[in-house]
């Protein structure tokens, strides 16, 4: 079974500084997809970004970009010139099987320091 | 563009009482459909999901239930809550075909039962 892992509960980085969250993945599968969901303090779900597995070049929206390894099974987030409204629960989530339900990881709690 | 509403916001219900959630999606149609329920600094738990009018899977077995009376309707009901139904309850809906699908999520509705 398809398993998602995000390994670090809790995160803190300097205003305008680089962070990077971490997600490694179980899977048998040779095409997926990979997201990352932010979920600030209001509570609501927003999607980040999105990795086709077959797409070797790495996603990038603004300031966020993955940094993913197939063979590793590892799709890490990096947030550029971190702002305050980072401040928020990131989690990991993998679509590999076509049963139109993600695999979720247990999220990143992300602190940004001003 | 579509759009996902939920309500009530906020809910503070005592424990035997029943339970109404209402999640409708605007924009789209025959979307997949889905409760997740949410425990403070907590990962995301799958309830049910939907991918038709009256077609409804369970995930977790517990004393929820949820119906889909419309297209884009969800709904999430209790016939007598529990201490332990409290958290956050989160619908989303689905769109994309195979492993390319993506789930996009509503406000959410923080239940507190007393």
């Known amino acids: 079974a398809q398993t998602v892992t995000q390994s670090q509960p809790e995160m803190s980085v300097q205003e305008a500084e680089t962070v990077t969250l971490s997600c490694t993945y179980d899977t048998s599968e040779s095409d997926y997809y990979l997201f990352w969901y932010k979920q600030p303090p209001s509570r609501q779900m927003i999607l980040v970004i999105r990795?086709?597995?077959?797409k070797q070049q790495n996603a990038t929206e603004n300031r966020f970009s993955v940094n993913f390894q197939k063979a590793a099974k590892s799709f890490s987030l990096k947030i550029s010139d971190s702002q305050l409204g980072d401040a928020a629960m990131y989690f990991c989530?993998?679509?590999?099987?076509?049963?139109?339900?993600?695999?979720w990881g247990a999220g990143t709690k992300l602190i940004i320091k001003p | 563009s579509q759009t996902i509403h939920q309500w009530p916001a906020t809910l503070v219900q005592p424990v035997g009482s029943p339970l109404s959630l209402e999640c409708t999606v605007e924009g789209t149609s025959n979307p997949n459909l889905y409760w997740y329920r949410q425990a403070a600094g907590r990962g995301l738990q799958l309830l049910f999901y939907?991918?038709?009018?009256?077609?409804i899977s369970s995930e977790v077995p517990q004393n929820l239930s949820a119906s889909r009376p419309q297209d884009r309707q969800f709904i999430l009901s209790s016939k007598k809550l529990l201490l332990s139904d409290s958290g956050f309850y989160l619908c989303?809906?689905?769109?994309?075909?195979?492993?390319?699908?993506?789930?996009?999520f509503g406000p959410g509705t923080r239940l507190t039962v007393t």
């Open positions: 990795q086709e597995a077959y």
């Open positions: 989530a993998y679509n590999g099987d076509s049963n139109y339900q993600l695999i």
């Open positions: 989303a809906w689905g769109r994309g075909q195979g492993i390319s699908y993506e789930q996009y």
């Open positions: 939907s991918v038709g009018i009256g077609q």
